[in-house]
């Protein structure tokens, strides 16, 4: 009889509490993969909190918003998840997700309420030994220097940063492929050191082969926002996989109208004319020293800057909205209402901007949905790399 998974939840009272907790990581993952051999990573742990007297946990309807996938061409596995931006990019192309791993709690809510899954807490905890096989290994990890003085800058010269623990699951489960993602600075961080030592870890001591890393812009690849990552790919040496090619850019001409909300949007997002007022003064003075200053004003018909979170992240793409201008006086919480329509972003507009379906549920604060998009990807162009990737696995038969 088939259960949903809804069901399951108010049994169990499956509610994240806190992060250290991998109780619900333990029972999601085990849910998610039974008919796979991957659930047996997880099922004496997730077994002592179900009972299978009460649900045939075989038959589970998952009704969020974005499911575990049937019948997938292949296993991967999504750490430093945040949101699930990774995720999403390799589901669409058939992939099945078999462990998850990400430290903040709220993104740990978010990331279970869309895809009914909690991932693992600190990956510095996780044993490597205790991840499931996969084909491919999906990463967006921080950037973090490492020292190097004196070695030539390999796997022993990343302990104690955050790569290691990357390197390591690399080394104990020799995935076929692996996708890595960071900001576009790592390619001079530390004056390049640091990707120096990723690179020489990747091919050296892991035995990969690791073509030079691309720096992509997101607006070539299907959203109106400026957004330069760099992705690094790489095969293992069995694959037979050694020329790789990344997706050739295709802009098109989506704008911001394209993404903008259908409705007109709460006055809480419009600046009051105070703050505008100040806001102007600060661009101004710092126009007059030769500073740069993050706040723009993007036209409907423009393409927004990258979005970002932290100091002036949420005025970095301002907007003109002439929907709320026809009112009388209106204040909100920072005093009236600038009458030239001026507003932040939505939370909703970032998620579009990143390539998030409407479908995906935003279910926290508004100032952790900007955190949350902001340090996610662009999902069209992480899927239109990840095609190249799994294309060249299955076109030389290895999943």
Known sequence: MVVSYTEIKNKYNLEIKKVTDNKLAYITHFLQNIGDNSAEYFRLEAEKY??????????????????PTDNPTFKFIDLF??????????????????FSSEWDLYAQKTYYENYGEVPFGDITEIDENSVPEHDVLVAGFPCQAFSIAGRRGGFEDT???LFFDVARIIRAKRPR??????????????KGKTLEVILNTLRNDLGYYVPEPKIINAVN?????NRERIFIVGFSLETGINEFNYPTPNPNDLRFIDIREEN?????YYLSTQY???????????EEKGNGFGYAIIPDDGIASAIVVGGMGRERNLVIDNRLTNFTPVTNIKGEVNREGIRKMTPREWARLQGFQDEFNIVVSDAQAYKQFGNSVAVPAVQATASVLINNLIGMGVV
């Open 81 to 98: 998840a945040g949101i699930g931006g990774m995720r999403t990019a390799f589901q669409n192309l058939g992939g099945k997700c078999v």
């Open 177 to 190: 492929a692996i996708f890595l993602e960071n900001v576009k600075g790592l390619v001079n961080h530390d």
């Open 50 to 67: 179900l009972s299978n007297n009460d649900f045939d946990f075989n038959n589970i309807k998952w009704n969020v918003p974005f499911p």
């Open 221 to 225: 690849f299907g959203v109106p926002q």
């Open 276 to 286: 505008l007022e100040t806001l102007r003064n600060h661009k101004a003075r710092h």
């Open 159 to 161: 302990r104690g940063t």
């Open 264 to 268: 007109p949007v709460s006055v809480k």
